[in-house]
C-alpha cells in the first residue's frame, strides 16, 4: 500500500449485500425513478431536492442540507396543503440504490391506483412481517415492540407496540417501524409511520433487505472502512484477488453456520440516528 492513500487509483468494485456498501455523493439512484414517472423536480437553495407527483399529494426529499438526521423524507398528503398521512425517512448512510428500488416501487403503486397510495394500513403490516417469516427472518417478542431479523442478524425490523399519536410521528419523534441495517459500528436505519400502506411496507423491507451487489469506486485503502461483513470484488479481479475474495467468503459462511447461541444480539429501543454531517456532493 502506498505510503499516501490519496495517490491510490479509484477501483470499481462490486460490494455486496448492498445495504452494507454505504452512501455514495448523489441522490440520482432514489430520485430517478419519480422523474421518470412525470414527478415535478425542484431545488431550494441549499441545494435540497424535492419531487413531488404534478399534484403535489406525494413528496420525496433529498435533504443533505435538512435540519433532521434524515437524508430522505417520503410523505403523502390527501390534498396539496393537508398534513402528511404517512413517513418515510432513511438517513445519511442509507445507500441510494436501495432508496431507488423503493421509489421505483412507489411510482409504480401511484401510476396504478393514486388512491392506494393514501390508504392506510389495512392489515397493520401482518402481511409483511408474514412474509418475512416465510422468508427465515427470526421473530423476537420485547416488552414494548417486536423485533423481525434476517438469519445473519444484520437486519433488523422493529413494530413499536402500543398507540402513538400521529403529530409525533410526522415530526419524526417517533415511528412505528424500524430498520436497524448492519452491524453496530457501521449501522444506518430507516422508519416508517403507521398509515403507510401494506403494499409499500413490503416493498420497502424489501429493499432493505436486498442483497444484490452494487458498484463503487473505491481507493483500494478504503476497503478497510467497509464492514467485515460485506464483500467488495474487483469488477476486473487479478488471479490474487480471486484468491483472496474465495478465502474471506470462506470465512463469512462458517462463522454463519456457527449456533444461533454464539451470536450476539441486541434490540434497540429507539432509533439513535445520532446527528451527522450532510453529504458533500449534489444530484440534478
Known amino acids: 500500500m502506498p505510503d499516501y492513500p490519496w495517490l491510490e487509483r479509484p477501483r470499481e ?19 430517478q425513478p419519480l422523474i421518470d414517472a412525470g414527478w415535478n423536480f425542484s431545488r431550494d437553495d441549499l441545494d435540497n431536492v424535492f419531487v413531488t407527483t404534478p399534484d403535489h399529494t406525494v413528496r420525496c426529499g433529498f435533504l443533505p442540507e435538512g435540519e433532521h438526521g434524515e ?8 390534498h396539496a396543503f393537508a398534513p402528511p398521512q404517512w413517513l418515510i425517512t432513511f438517513d445519511l448512510q442509507a445507500p441510494p440504490e436501495i432508496v431507488g428500488e423503493f421509489t421505483t416501487a412507489l411510482a409504480a403503486v401511484h401510476a396504478n391506483d393514486p388512491d392506494t397510495v393514501l390508504g392506510g394500513s389495512a392489515r397493520i403490516g401482518l402481511d409483511t412481517t408474514n412474509d418475512l417469516l416465510r422468508s427465515g427472518w427470526r421473530i423476537d417478542p420485547g416488552p414494548s415492540d417486536t423485533a423481525f431479523q434476517t438469519p445473519d442478524r444484520l437486519v433488523t ?25 448492519g452491524p453496530p459500528e457501521h449501522r444506518w436505519y430507516a422508519t416508517a409511520s403507521s398509515n403507510v400502506p401494506d403494499q409499500l411496507l413490503g416493498a420497502l423491507a424489501t429493499a432493505v433487505a436486498n442483497p444484490a451487489p ?6 483500494p485503502s478504503a476497503l478497510n472502512r467497509l464492514p467485515r461483513q460485506a464483500i467488495a470484488v474487483p469488477v476486473a479481479p487479478t488471479p490474487l484477488e480471486i484468491s483472496r475474495i474465495q478465502a474471506a467468503t470462506a470465512r463469512s459462511l462458517a462463522a454463519s453456520r456457527r449456533p444461533a447461541s454464539a451470536l450476539a444480539y441486541t434490540t434497540a429501543t429507539g432509533p439513535p440516528a445520532p446527528r451527522q454531517s450532510a453529504l458533500a456532493g449534489r444530484s440534478h
Open 157 to 181: 425490523l422493529h413494530r413499536r407496540r402500543g398507540h402513538l399519536r400521529h403529530e409525533a410521528e410526522m415530526a419524526g419523534d417517533t415511528e412505528r417501524w424500524l430498520f436497524e441495517v
Open 13 to 31: 468494485y462490486r460490494v455486496s449485500p448492498r445495504f452494507l456498501a454505504g452512501p455514495t455523493h448523489t441522490g440520482d439512484p432514489g430520485l
Open 214 to 219: 452494487v458498484e463503487r469506486y473505491l481507493r
Open 71 to 78: 437524508l430522505w423524507s417520503i410523505s403523502a398528503h390527501t
